[in-house]
């Protein structure tokens, strides 16, 4: 008996409170651990003024780091500090950053999120589309020479971390081939989109995306949906089809396909909710412009504004996303109700 409106409005009620409550304990948590670092970028930059020989006396000394904590929101008391941070996550505003004097945080996030999405929305679109065939092919029938071959060349794939990979193709396709550029998101300054801008970025993200497409189609996706695919092949209502003489292609889409769908949905969600994160190896070793190594430089610079805004962005991101799996799941599985 299906379950009354009251009961789905009263679900879709209690996972929007735990989904607030969840962003709002881990923005604490990261404000927190963010907090307890024991980097201090001001008098970083502090000590760089005046190794860069800026003479100063200590008054000006004292007053210019004076100056710079209040701007920077460093001289409140911790309660203070705490909720015009809770202030600023939630309008987006984190305040200036370190390594760019003069521009905010958000800015700078918001700037690079577009190499960052894009890059890794195609990688992780086509990793999962291209695992999720392979393996259902490979499943289903796995005594073809096509499907041993695939399941071969995807253990010897997987355990490859993605970093080393990127390296070799760096080596053999930027170095010794010069098929591609070393690293970089693009070579061609222009204020406009055009033709030749998008081909040139296309060309400079080839190899980190093949560097995470490789390892993520012919990895753990290629063979999470193999081994499902495998468990399903073996059902009763599988092998009925096929001695009724359900054609082969039939049996792939509805029987197997629909049936491993849902946990490996749950697996593109997650993929998707972390894009926020960036792809920080991969970012570093390409010299590629996403969030990555906007990251890696905020970690290095002790940049706390940078820093909490891509923490914040990513929890929020994944989040929403197990939030937005959690109620549009019952669609996808008509095994799962609303409770």
Not at 40 to 46: D, F, Q, W
Not at 63 to 76: N, P
Not at 81 to 110: C, H, M, Q
Not at 302 to 318: P, R
Request: one cysteine or more; aromatic letters at 12%; charged letters at 15%.
């Amino acid at each position: 008996m299906p379950l009354s409106i009251s009961a789905t409005k009263q679900f879709i009620l209690t996972r929007t409170l735990q989904y607030l409550a969840t962003i709002l304990s881990s923005v604490s948590i990261t404000y927190v651990i963010v907090k307890a670092m024991p980097v201090n970028a001001l008098e970083a930059m502090l000590e760089e003024i005046t190794r860069l020989g800026q003479v100063m006396d200590p008054e000006s000394l004292k007053i210019l780091r004076q100056t710079f904590y209040e701007m920077f929101g460093m001289s409140e008391s911790p309660l203070e500090a705490y909720w015009k941070f809770l202030v600023r996550v939630f309008s987006f505003n984190f305040g200036p950053s370190l390594i760019s004097y003069g521009t905010r945080a958000d800015e700078l996030i918001f700037a690079r999120l577009p190499w960052t999405i894009g890059l890794l929305l195609v990688t992780i679109l086509i990793s999962w589309i291209v695992g999720n065939l392979l393996g259902i092919i490979a499943g289903y029938s796995p005594e073809k020479r096509l499907s041993k071959m695939l399941e071969s060349v995807a253990i010897t794939v997987y355990p490859i971390p993605y970093y080393i990979l990127a390296l070799l193709l760096v080596f053999i396709f930027a170095y010794c081939l010069r098929i591609f550029p070393m690293g970089g998101g693009m070579s061609i300054v222009s204020e406009q989109i055009t033709l030749d801008v998008i081909i040139n970025i296309i060309w400079h993200s080839t190899l980190p995306a093949l560097s995470m497409v490789i390892p993520g189609a012919l990895g753990w996706g290629f063979l999470s949906s193999k081994v499902l695919s495998t468990n399903i092949r073996v059902e009763d209502y599988v092998r009925f089809a096929e001695l009724r003489g359900v054609p082969h292609s039939i049996i792939l889409k509805r029987y197997v396909l629909r049936n491993i769908l849902p946990p490996q949905i749950t697996n593109l969600a997650m993929s998707l909710g972390g894009i926020f994160n960036g792809a920080l190896l991969t970012e570093i070793i390409f010299a590629y412009p996403g969030v990555g190594s906007l990251l890696y430089r905020a970690i290095l610079c002790g940049d706390l504004n940078t820093l909490m805004g891509i923490a914040i962005f990513s929890i929020i991101g994944v989040t929403t996303a197990a939030f937005l799996l959690d109620l549009i799941y019952p669609l996808l599985d008509p095994r799962v109700r609303y409770r």
